[in-house]
């Protein structure tokens, strides 16, 4: 079986660059979110990317993206977005690269958001808001979990990666990797410090990661 990879969201330094490049997990996201605090302009974001290593794939995370907001991910040179809220069908037809459409656990009608469109290469599953730096319930209700498990199991038969967000940490990434088994786990504010991301959260994440591939 493939093993989890990583993706750590929400760069917005160059010393967060500095740790991604150093831990090296398989993705890096990147905020295209005026509300968001991680929310990148486009100078910032091409200075970010510039320094990123080539091995690392970028994806640019957006909200109900706009087809203007496309011209500008096109021109700095992004091949994968994440997209929460609405996926129009203009947008799915203008994006010539691969989407990561979310969806949130919790909303009644989470099966029925869900795009089967070739150009939609993953679910990423999050919790009920996302951003909220909280799980969906997973560790703290066995009703919760088992609910989940049948829900991602029916994701799973549709052949697209699955993406596992919502509250992960160093702590609890393990425990979803065990549980689950995505294909990565997506992480933001769980590896938050004082002023960007935390070197030892980062590490321990990843390899609390890929010591749970190991089981």
């Known amino acids: 079986m493939k093993q989890t990879e990583v993706k750590i969201c929400g760069i917005t330094t160059l010393e967060d660059i500095n740790l991604i490049n150093q831990y090296r997990p398989e993705y890096a996201g990147f ?19 510039s320094c990123l290593d080539s091995a690392i794939m970028p994806v640019a995370v957006c909200v109900s993206p706009t087809l203007s907001l496309l011209e500008r ?25 691969d989407i990561w459409q979310a969806v949130n656990l919790g909303a009644d009608d989470a099966s029925m ?23 969906s319930g997973w560790d703290e209700e066995i009703a919760k979990r088992d609910a989940i498990q049948q ?10 990666l699955l993406v596992f967000a919502g509250g992960l940490n160093p702590e609890n990434v393990g425990q979803a990797i065990s549980m689950f088994a995505p294909n990565v786990v997506d992480v933001s504010s769980g590896v ?8 030892v959260k980062v590490q321990r994440f990843i390899e609390n990661s890929k010591e749970a591939n190991l089981k």
Do not use: M, P
């Not at 129009?88 to 690269?97: P, R």
């Not at 070739?118 to 990423?124: P, Q, S």
């Open 151 to 160: 829900y991602l199991n029916s994701l799973k038969k549709t052949q697209k």
């Open 192 to 199: 938050e410090g004082d002023c960007g991301k935390s070197a």
């Open 73 to 97: 991910l096109k021109s700095l040179g992004f091949s994968v977005i994440q997209v929460h809220g609405t996926l129009s069908s203009e947008v799915l037809q203008a994006w010539d690269g």
């Open 31 to 49: 905020v295209f979110f005026e509300k968001s605090k991680r929310n990148l302009s486009d100078e910032k974001a091409k200075e970010l990317l």
């Open 113 to 135: 958001q869900l795009c089967e469109d070739k150009k939609i290469k993953a679910y990423v599953v999050d919790a009920a808001k996302y951003g909220s730096g909280r799980t």
